[in-house]
């Protein structure tokens, strides 16, 4: 069976494309270039993807910056801090408006394509940045729009279910998993603010992954700047 | 206030954007070039943002040809018919997966950064294609699933409203509203199949505005090849 993963090249998608394996889908990993300002995650999500044994990798592009609104598709500045603790309240300015949203729309657009009805994404409501879109109630609300908008929604049949494995986790439960399912980390990107591929350490991307190595015990293998 | 309104250049979202400027938005157009076959159309959303007095047009791209799937969006021939009795029943080729979702999503994206709580869309589910994205059920729920989405449903405050002003209309309706509110339907297309910028007059798009336009009594104003 297949199904669609979407995959930013960051530990959490990698761990749920890994999931999506293990239970047995043809898995297809969708990735985004909207503009991001850490761009560079998409060679992660490359790499990642042929790792991973995807049967197939498409990149679509669709420039968010025209709209702006983000400190990830503007020159608004990523936050910087020096601990996870630190890291402001409420939701934060790397917050990309309905980006989940027009995610997992395209993800939906191209499973109905392909005769899939099992969307992957590695949303996750526990250490998390405070984004609205990553609530499990979000989810349940896109699966039931996902069958009104579709010939399935018409037809009957099968409906879709989007695939949320890591939602209840903590970052250290992600990273776990991930090694246990085989994920090369040393592979993926997380940084928000990335000088060339050198991960910043300080935005909030960078501290939650970090935070999340050291709880699980692990070395983390990416680089960040000194 | 402002209200961000879907265009995509032809008839009912023409007509859409004057009903949202008659109740007093400030209106956002926003268009996509998707790789559609009838790509033309959007020139007429330009004409008519202008037209209708649109603050700001926007025009994005999505390339879903990448995925395909439908004959507006692949190689796949758009079926043609003498007349509007004759098309064929159930979810055409011409259906485009997700389309609405994706349009609406980005929608609310842009609606996000601007502010705006309002978003118009022409769909109708009387005289159309038989979409399973146009229907009121899957409109509710894009609204839920907007109220989950965002900031707004994270913080409270004033929820966003999905408008379809035309969803129980006739075509003939629509025409006659759309001329009561100063629409100038000269400068809109609808046919997905154009010879440059001449309507086919024979795919569903052309048909079901022929017969509207016939039924209003009108003089429909755009050239049909012979």
Not at 160 to 182: D, S, V
Request: hydrophobic share 45%.
């Amino acid at each position: 069976m297949k199904a669609v993963c979407l995959l930013s090249g960051g530990v959490d998608s990698a761990t749920a494309l890994a999931v999506a394996r293990r239970e047995g889908f043809e898995t297809y990993t969708l990735s985004f270039d909207y503009r991001q300002r850490h761009r560079v995650e998409l060679a992660a999500a490359a790499r990642l993807s042929a790792q991973l044994g995807a049967r197939e990798h498409k990149v679509l592009e669709i420039d968010l910056r025209a709209f702006g609104g983000s400190a990830l598709t503007s020159d608004i500045e990523v936050p910087k801090s020096r601990a996870r603790e630190q890291m402001s309240a409420g939701i934060p300015v790397t917050y990309v408006p309905a980006r989940n949203t027009v995610f997992l729309s395209l993800a939906l657009a191209w499973a109905e394509v392909l005769g899939a009805f099992d969307i992957f994404i590695g949303v996750n409501a526990v250490d998390y940045s405070g984004y609205p879109d990553c609530r499990p109630d979000f989810i349940r609300a896109f699966e039931t729009l996902a069958n009104l908008a579709t010939r399935a929604g018409l037809e009957g049949g099968r409906g879709f279910r989007i695939h949320t494995p890591l939602i209840e986790l903590t970052k250290a439960g992600i990273i776990r998993l991930g090694m246990e399912l085989g994920v090369d980390f040393s592979l993926s990107h997380s940084c928000y603010d990335p000088a060339g591929t050198v991960a910043c350490g300080r935005c909030d991307s960078c501290l939650i992954r970090r935070a999340g190595f050291a709880e699980a015990g692990v070395q983390d293998p990416v680089e960040y700047a000194p």
